[in-house]
């Protein structure tokens, strides 16, 4: 069976400081990968997503990146944080023979302070 | 653009009894998924049900089914027999067939259960 991991789980990190979050999912080959950010009481916003290696399409311009250096592999990243980057960030993978739906990780809380 | 409206930020149940989420959305496509997921306390987003355009049938998962109207652009999400462990915020979601590939989500409706 499929499985989604994210980590760290929670994160405290102070502003100007560097970013790395990674996903990571096993059991599926060649899937869509997708960063989400999800602010206090609100929906989810569309990051990042990625169709297989290196290619990388960003939803919102913001400070944060993205890369996929494997293919079952998403990070995102960030050289400074901004007080606004705080949020719940989820990684959500699907495959096409799924009906599009897309699966989500565990996410990880970022605190910025 | 594709869009998801939930108009209902809150809503409560009795336990046992049923409740019906709202959704509407708007996109030009006429091939479209739509989904329903749950998030609890735990913030893990679930897949709850997953409904097809071109399908005329509402699709059912044990105490969770929908009603789909097409032409009203409308995606409700119904739970029968509502059990403590439905506490948890919903979610409505539209995919459209080819193009990018993403979801695009409502901003959620909290549901409550009344013991």
């Known amino acids: 069976s499929q499985t989604i991991h994210q980590w760290p789980a929670t994160l405290v990190q102070p502003v100007g400081s560097p970013l790395s979050l990674e996903c990571t999912v096993e059991g599926t080959s060649n899937p869509n990968l997708y960063w989400y950010r999800q602010a206090a009481g609100r929906g989810l916003q569309l990051l990042f997503y990625?169709?297989?290696?290196?290619?990388i399409s960003s939803e919102v311009p913001q400070n944060l990146s993205a890369s996929r250096p494997q293919d079952r592999q998403f990070i995102l990243s960030s050289k400074k944080l901004l007080l606004s980057d705080s949020g719940f960030y989820l990684c959500?993978?699907?495959?096409?023979?799924?009906?599009?739906?897309?699966?989500f990780g565990p996410g990880t809380r970022l605190t910025v302070t | 653009a594709q869009t998801v409206t939930q108009s209902q930020p809150e809503m409560s149940v009795q336990e046992a009894e049923t409740v019906t989420l709202s959704c509407t959305y708007d996109?030009?496509?006429?091939?479209?998924?739509l989904f329903w997921y749950k998030q609890p306390p735990s913030r893990q987003m679930i897949l709850v049900i997953r409904q097809e355009a071109y399908k005329q049938q509402n699709a059912t998962e044990n105490r969770f089914s929908v009603n789909f109207q097409k032409a009203a652009k409308s995606f409700s999400l119904k739970i029968s027999d509502s059990q403590l462990g439905d506490a948890a915020m919903y979610f409505c979601a539209l995919r459209t067939q080819g193009g990018s590939e993403k979801l695009v989500f409502g901003k959620g409706t909290k549901l409550t259960v009344n013991p």
């Open positions: 959500a993978w699907s495959v096409l023979d799924s009906f599009y739906e897309q699966y």
């Open positions: 990625s169709v297989g290696i290196g290619q």
């Open positions: 996109t030009s496509e006429s091939d479209y998924y």
